[in-house]
């Protein structure tokens, strides 16, 4: 969601002018992500919005057992998914993958690597390299590859948007991001 109601711009090269807020998080589970990822126990109910759905998840409701997975479920990697499929669709204006039905998209999402994540150059002109990259990187059905929350943050698309937003260098990241006290 957009955090002001006017509509967002672009003017003079400026920086996008309103925040946005994740919202929606009514079916969310608090996950121990503090143990080493083969202890964490995987999650197995089905729920979330198709478009944002990882390969792992959509394998638990098709009742589908990977051979190289030794635990049917998925983790809070899946939020890193979700994540590269939201980032995707603030650049380009849609989303990565889509199908006529659910089947068909929940098709093309267990078959991500088999086709790759494509960039269209009418929606991705002008879109740096560096965030395709993190897009690339969150976008792989194997979630034991995808790089966690910490490991992100040292992603050079994030590294160079934290060290050229005004805000953050005023008031600091985390004041901006969850309105506490500048530490």
């Known amino acids: 969601m957009f955090l002001s109601k ?15 807020r994740l919202i929606d998080f009514g079916l969310s589970k608090r996950y121990d992500t503090h143990r080493s990822f083969g202890s964490l126990n995987k999650l197995n109910s089905f729920v979330g919005t198709t478009t944002y759905m990882a390969p792992e998840l ?3 409701k098709y009742g589908i057992v990977e051979e190289d997975k030794e635990t049917p479920g998925y983790t809070h990697s899946c939020d890193l998914w979700s994540l590269g499929i939201l980032a995707y669709a603030l650049l380009s204006g849609r989303p990565p993958f889509y199908g006529k039905d659910d089947e068909e998209l929940f098709d093309r999402i267990r078959n991500c690597d088999e086709f790759g994540v494509q960039f269209p150059q009418s929606d ?5 390299d560096e965030a395709k990259d993190f897009i690339r990187k969150l976008l ?25 937003d005004r805000v953050t260098q005023k008031v600091g990241f985390f004041k901006k991001m969850f309105g506490g006290k500048k530490k």
């Open 6 to 20: 006017h509509k967002p711009s672009f003017k003079d090269g400026s920086t996008f002018d309103t925040d946005i």
């Open 58 to 60: 959509v394998t638990v």
């Open 124 to 128: 991705w002109n002008g879109v740096s």
């Open 140 to 164: 792989v059905k194997d979630e034991r590859k995808r790089p966690s929350a910490l490991e992100l943050r040292s992603h050079p698309w994030i590294k160079h948007a934290l060290k050229n």
